[in-house]
């Protein structure tokens, strides 16, 4: 990334620096356009956020008599005031602390929960559908039908189904005649695409 | 052929399908590269535990990401200008097929020397024999000589059709009233499947299209036999 010389953050400070004390009614009032003057009406507002630590006003604005007194103790010396003292004037300037705002909350098990219950519901729509709506399997999805189709191995069957072909072809249950037939299909799509070369 | 839950490609058969393959590879790739960096800065910024409050524009990363961008784009352009080119390119075909598109059927013609046609009607799924593919296999094939260079002029006797083939990059649409050309070249012998590919009514899903590829004796005698059967 781009190394951050001191002649560079010189420029970058000094561009930012003439950024912001020259705003643009300013600028634009320079170059010739007539500008109304810009006035900020906005009301100085409290807000507990971690990029702004110190918000316009304080947060408890009307204060009782024994917190206006505390107010009094405070322009003293501050070794003066006992803990609990500072930790008031602390709750009188601010509401949450840094780790009460950061603290996380417990939504993740809402969006979690209600993620399982609409796959739930999905799970039911589909497990009724195979029993009320689709008709019965084709027989070309059975196994002894998929081990008889040309190019069994890994060509038009995908690695692990055209291995498991492999192995089904020739142990149990495809009745030895199968396995033959198979084999001898087998050799024969050899010879036929390797035999002309 | 295609195998169950296949997610890419059918092994190429002719070279055009060979390119076509490579230039997906190489497009694929740059737009995995993109996604990984673009979910990663995703990551990095939701993460981030700081806040930079006075950023307000950037003119270096603005034109990073502008002739970046460009530059990728050119390098997915030319190859893929080189291929369409590489289409159109006049060659001398040995044997031309006419590929007619009916309801739902395929008709072939083989008129260069003598008159052949013949339709190809799927095998319905109660008719196969054990081992043939569901849906795909016919009753004739087409049959063509291997590592020729063949042409075959693609139309309609009724509603749209398209004759399409995976495997040698081929997908040309019958039109009623017009006639298509396409050129390819079958490098391998073996049977390729495909399938009609525009909507063309109740049984637009059950009219495939099969091509088998032989050497050129056999598919001497193959026409000799077909012509006397007729």
Redesign the interface.
Known sequence: MLHLTAGRVGSLLARRATAALTNSSVRMASHGHDVAEMVDMSQPLYVDRVDIPLPDRPYKDTLSPAEESLKQKEKGPWSQLSKEEKLALYRLKFCQTFPEMQEPSAEWKTVLGGIFIFLGLTGLVVWWQKVYVYPARPRTFDDDWQAKQKCIDTVCHDRSHGLWLLFLSFSRGLAKNNHEEVILLYTQIKLEVVGFF | ??????LGFQ?AASPLMEELLHFHDHALMIVILISTMVLYIILAMVTAK??D??V?DSQ?IEIIWTVLPAIILILIALPSLRISYLMDEINDPHLTIKAMGHQWYWSYEYTDYEDLGFDSYMTP?QD?T?????LLEADHRMVTPVESPIRVLISAEDVLHSWAIPALGVKVDAVPGRLNQTTFIIS???VFFGQCSEICGANHSFMPIVVEAV?LQHFENWSSLMIEEA
């Not at chain 2, 052929?1 to 296949?6: K, R």
């Not at chain 2, 054990?130 to 569901?134: H, M, T, V």
């Open positions: 052929m295609a195998h169950p839950s296949q092994d700081l806040t409050k006075l307000l270096e799924t196969l054990p081992g043939q593919f569901r391998r012998p073996g050497p």
